[in-house]
């Protein structure tokens, strides 16, 4: 989303056999960082890709990506190794690793919206932003199966993310045979088209998590000690279910904007209801990007109240050629709780919770 990467290639043809390709690109990054409660300092950055791509004599694509600086659990073929792999042909797409779930395939999240991005992510680091829904959650390892098609425009996907029990999906002592393991798994559909002038595109999609979800404790501290620890708000066992609703329309002056919108409904009784909105804007002109999200999260706890944790972003570049860009990022991160006076002594106070981060450098595409 937020490098365009030029490219080195490597081509190796066999006679009788289709070609296969590798390519290298990558990027670095340079300047500095900061923000509450933390020190202005030095950042630098490296990343290096590599695409490898084929062809079967039958016409069926097939191919690979690895992305170096999250390639750590490389060898381990039970879990996500930073990895994607896939085949394509008339029937469609199937990718398998670390690839986006459906749900998050059909919607354009508010930090893709017009972002020309920062050295550190700063405008989509804030605690109000929804990048990935429920990809991931709770013992999920982000290995992610999901099978696309795309017919005229229209688009449809399906997903599925094991939960496995430990370590390369072995199982540990003391908990349940693996064969009894539930699996997460998500649904969506797209579609594209221009109305009035503008690119238009509309997404929709469900999303089943059997461990996880925004949980409440990851907003706010809960001391054990006082009466909110015989209240279990949102725990790694809850299951919890995701509808999600998106557009997005981009105008010939460089304009875009679009929003989503995200239900979440907890098995677990005390949450009463949950939900984000999620809104992103940007414009180009010239050399010049810039772009704002801004995303919140409401929680109405039964008996307790409720809190929103909300945050923003704001991303601005400029193009120098050849791959270089100057950027600017910055994140703000807000709490506002209306919960009650008993079970609000047991979290941090939220103005304690506000915090913000900013970065300045340059970004090169190699």
Avoid at 304 to 323: K, N, P, R, S
């Amino acid at each position: 989303m937020k490098k365009v990467l030029l490219t080195s290639t490597a081509i190796v043809a066999f006679a009788g056999a289709a070609a296969a390709e590798v390519t290298i690109t990558g990027s670095a990054e340079m300047g500095v960082v900061g923000g509450s409660d933390l020190a202005t300092q030095f950042f630098q950055d490296v990343d290096v890709k590599f695409t490898m791509t084929g062809e079967t004599d039958g016409g069926l694509s097939f191919g690979a990506a690895v992305d170096l600086d999250e390639a750590g659990n490389l060898g381990n073929e039970f879990s996500n190794q930073g990895v994607a792999i896939f085949v394509s042909g008339g029937f469609g797409t199937l990718t398998m690793g670390d690839t986006d779930g459906a749900l998050d395939f059909v919607l354009t999240d508010a930090g893709n919206i017009g972002n020309p991005g920062s050295i550190a992510d700063d405008e989509t680091s804030h605690i109000g932003y929804l990048g990935s829904y429920l990809d991931g959650s709770g013992t999920a390892d982000n290995q992610v199966v999901r099978y696309d098609y795309s017919f005229g425009d229209f688009a449809v996907a399906v997903s599925m993310e094991q939960n496995p029990q430990g370590a390369d999906g072995f199982v540990v002592d003391g908990q349940d045979d693996p064969d009894e393991d539930d699996v997460n798994y998500a649904i969506g559909g797209s579609y594209a088209t221009e109305f009035a002038g503008a690119a238009v595109s509309v997404g929709l999609g469900y999303q089943h998590a059997e461990n996880g979800g925004p949980s409440v404790d990851d907003f706010f501290a809960f001391d054990s000690s006082t009466p909110g620890d015989d209240l279990t708000i949102v725990g790694t066992d809850d299951r919890v279910d995701a509808i999600g609703l998106g557009a997005t329309f981009t105008l010939d002056s460089g304009f875009t904007a679009g929003f989503t919108y995200t239900g979440f409904d907890f098995e677990e009784d005390a949450v009463d209801d949950a939900s984000h909105v999620g809104i992103g804007m940007g414009y180009a002109f010239d050399a010049f990007s810039v772009h704002f999200n801004y995303g919140l999260y409401n929680f109405d706890i039964d008996g307790v109240g409720e809190f929103d944790v909300q945050g923003y972003g704001i991303a601005a570049g400029y193009d120098l050629g050849g791959g270089a860009s100057l950027l600017f990022g910055y994140g703000r991160s807000e709490l506002d709780s209306d919960l009650d006076d008993d079970f609000a002594d047991t979290v941090v106070d939220s103005s304690d919770d506000d915090f913000d981060t900013f970065s300045l450098g340059l970004s090169m595409a190699f």
